[in-house]
């Protein structure tokens, strides 16, 4: 039994090699395209709640077994717990949650200023289009006739990068929305999202900025609906 469980967990490990957003190879001489798997609807439980693993694309991920060893998307999973999962090919190192000196970025650069027309808050917990959940999130809420929402941060030149995920929150109404990050009055990069797109992995260049400004702009919706949409940017700083 016991070696069976360690099958399992290192399977976990190594479905980083073929499945989800990390694309590496745990084993670089392995021939992968040539291995035989067998599929057979294998199903993952997270506290007795049954989970589904699904791309960028929304499509479902199915698990196998490879010679006992059960393998499942280890970034997906990582994720339904609220933590990332990023593969760094120069260092061939797998990190789960924080990378090295990152830390949250909600805990460590709080705002100074945000916009009063709309909401912005920080969550400790937000779920995103297709039941991704995320933990540490800045929310920017915009509705017709105020549809842009921003916070600005303090960052004094000591950070070189921001990255995470952005998405739409689930619930409220459907609308487009797109990110702006500014570094010093001066546009440093922007992201935009269709309503229904999954959550998006995101990294901003951030070196020397003193003063960073994120912002959301909500696009579309129904004229005179005093209903929200919600996006969120989940992350951290290095």
């Known amino acids: 039994m016991k070696q069976r469980i360690q099958g399992i967990i290192i399977g976990v490990l190594l479905c980083a090699t073929l499945l989800g957003g ?4 745990a084993r670089p001489t392995l021939e992968w395209r040539n291995v035989n798997v067998a599929f057979g609807n294998y199903r993952v439980f997270l506290d ?11 499509n479902h991920i199915e698990l196998f077994n490879k010679d006992g060893w059960i393998f499942a998307p280890f970034e997906h999973i990582a994720r339904a717990f609220g ?3 990023y593969w760094d090919a120069e260092t061939h ?4 949650g924080r ?10 650069v709080p705002w100074h200023m945000r916009s009063n027309q709309n909401r912005v808050e920080m969550r400790s917990q937000v779920t995103m289009i297709g039941g991704n959940t995320f933990q540490n999130a800045l929310v920017f809420s915009g509705r017709h ?21 952005i998405g739409r929150v689930e619930g409220g ?10 570094g010093d009055g001066r546009l440093i990069t922007s992201f935009t999202l269709q309503a229904n797109d999954m959550p998006i992995e995101i990294s901003v260049n951030i070196a020397g900025v003193r003063d960073l400004q994120v912002m959301v702009r909500h696009h579309g919706g129904t004229f005179g609906s005093d209903a929200y949409s919600t996006y969120a940017f989940s992350g951290f700083i290095e």
Do not use: K, M, P
């Open 93 to 96: 190192s797998l990190y789960l």
């Open 173 to 182: 109404q459907v609308r487009n929305g797109t990110f702006y990050f500014y």
């Open 145 to 165: 006739g105020f549809l842009q929402s921003y916070s600005r941060h303090n960052l004094n030149g000591q950070y070189t990068r921001l990255f995470g995920h």
């Open 48 to 58: 007795g709640v049954e989970f589904t693993a699904r791309d960028d694309n929304g």
């Open 99 to 108: 990378r090295g000196r990152a830390t949250a970025f909600t805990t460590t």
């Open 22 to 25: 990390i694309t590496l190879f």
């Open 83 to 85: 933590r990332t999962a």
